[in-house]
């Protein structure tokens, strides 16, 4: 299932640019084999194991973009107003009696077909209804406001293509074909624990040094947004042989082993050594900010990624290693992040060869523009800096300094989880 060469391993020292990471994941993960038939109200973020064919065009017939009155062009005056004879009124699922004639209209409503012979539409609010006759404007050219079989998509062209992460408008796309079911892949089973010996369940007694576990709630949402189904196995204690039994024993039956806390290099940090005496690790630091120790290795023919403990590092850490490997494991079109640029609203010193990521709000300038503001505090441990920001500011790896009206990158948090 996850394929990682052994000349992958050389990279396991080395502080890894995140654009080596993704390319890393990209060529060596491969996707899960599996594959289900799924009804369109189950297939919401899953991913569709093969190309969605058109079985008929869409629109299956020419038809009328708006209310008003269908003509022959050829019978339009070219420089004055034109005079026709209303013969007939068809609506939405209805056909019309009989073929538009010469000096004749038929009055037509958004979605119905068009007559035979009709090839353009008035808009009703540009015609002047004089008896049984309406009287149309010089100046509209011809197919104006008619929709043509097909123009959306053809029969027999690729309407989804292959490793399409599903939402709400491609499962509408596919029911406007008459699809009631897609083939796609089965979901990605994810085991997800926390470790350190001072984490306790929220709403359990709290020792004085405890500290209630946040992020296991933090990427067990994060994983159920990419679509993975998760097996919550809870709280693990700071301790090497019980780290490295319950990783081997998630990997028998999962495709990515999820930790947070304990891959630093301190002397309780535990999981990298447990990961070292049951799988082979493929790199341990990425240069990023927050968040440089991440783990990643492969136990068993499974994925391992061991995150910080911090909560902030957990989650940046999350969105620029785990979504893309998930992705991939997922089968899923890579879907890279792409930062907008705004304008900075702060001063800010880093170092060079390392990305960073500053949680900011945006905030409309009095020029109309958008700055990105940073929060007050810092620390990789706030979490109130992740629900009172908009994003993150992108900081690239030549970057050193940052001044007010620079241009940045944001990524927004709705581009993040989704």
């Known amino acids: ?5 052994n000349d992958c391993f050389a990279f396991a020292g080395k502080l890894l640019p995140i654009e080596e990471v993704e390319g890393l994941l990209a060529a060596r993960v491969t996707p899960v084999r599996e594959v289900e038939i799924v009804t369109l109200a189950a297939a919401m973020g899953r991913v569709l194991a093969g190309d969605l064919v058109a079985g008929v065009d869409l629109p299956p017939f020419d038809n009328s973009a708006v209310d008003g009155y269908a003509v022959r062009h050829a019978d339009l005056n070219a420089d004055t107003e034109t005079r026709l004879r209303v013969v007939d009124r068809v609506t939405a699922g209805q056909v019309a009696r009989r073929p538009v004639a010469s000096g004749e209209a038929i009055r037509i409503f958004t979605g119905a077909p068009m007559p035979p012979q009709a090839d353009t539409v008035f808009m009703q609010e540009d015609c002047r209804v004089n008896g049984e006759a309406v009287v149309v404007p010089m100046g509209l050219p011809a197919g104006a406001n008619r929709r043509l079989a ?6 027999g062209s690729v309407a989804l293509g292959q490793g399409r992460r599903l939402g709400p408008q491609h499962i509408a796309l596919a029911a406007a074909l008459g699809v009631r079911e897609l083939v796609v892949r089965r979901r990605v089973r994810v085991a997800l ?49 019980q780290l490295a039994a319950a990783i081997t ?53 499974a994925a391992f990624a061991g995150l910080p403990g911090n909560p902030v590092a957990a989650f940046v850490t999350f969105v620029r290693v785990v979504r893309p490997l998930l992705l991939q494991l997922a089968g899923a079109i890579p879907e890279p992040l792409i930062a907008l640029p705004v304008r900075a ?28 503001k940073p929060f007050p505090r810092e620390g990789a441990g706030i979490l109130s800096s992740l629900t009172e920001t908009s994003g993150l500011a992108e900081l690239t790896e030549d970057i050193t300094r940052v001044e007010p009206g620079q241009p940045i990158g944001f990524l927004s948090h709705a581009t993040l989880i989704g």
Do not use: C
């Not at 299932?1 to 060469?5: A, E, I, K």
């Not at 609203?345 to 060869?353: P, S």
């Not at 500053?358 to 700055?371: C, I, K, Q, T, W």
């Open 193 to 241: 624990f926390s470790t350190g010996d001072e984490i306790v369940e929220p709403g359990a007694d709290r020792p004085a040094p405890a500290l209630f576990d946040a992020n296991r709630h933090l990427l067990a949402g994060l994983l159920a947004r990419l679509g993975a189904k998760v097996t919550d196995l809870g709280i693990l204690a700071d301790d090497q042989q």
């Open 150 to 155: 097909g123009e959306d998509v053809r029969a």
């Open 249 to 301: 024993a998630a990997a028998a039956n999962h495709d990515l082993v999820l930790t947070s806390g304990g891959v630093s290099t301190g002397e309780a940090d535990h999981v990298r050594a447990a990961i070292e005496s049951v799988g082979r690790l493929v790199f341990w630091r990425v240069a990023i900010k927050p968040g440089r120790p991440v783990a990643m290795a492969v136990v068993n023919g």
């Open 345 to 372: 609203g702060f001063f800010h010193r880093k170092k060079a060869g390392r990305r960073e990521y500053l949680r900011v709000s945006l905030v409309r300038a009095p020029d109309g523009s958008f700055e990105a």
């Open 1 to 5: 299932m996850v394929q990682l060469s």
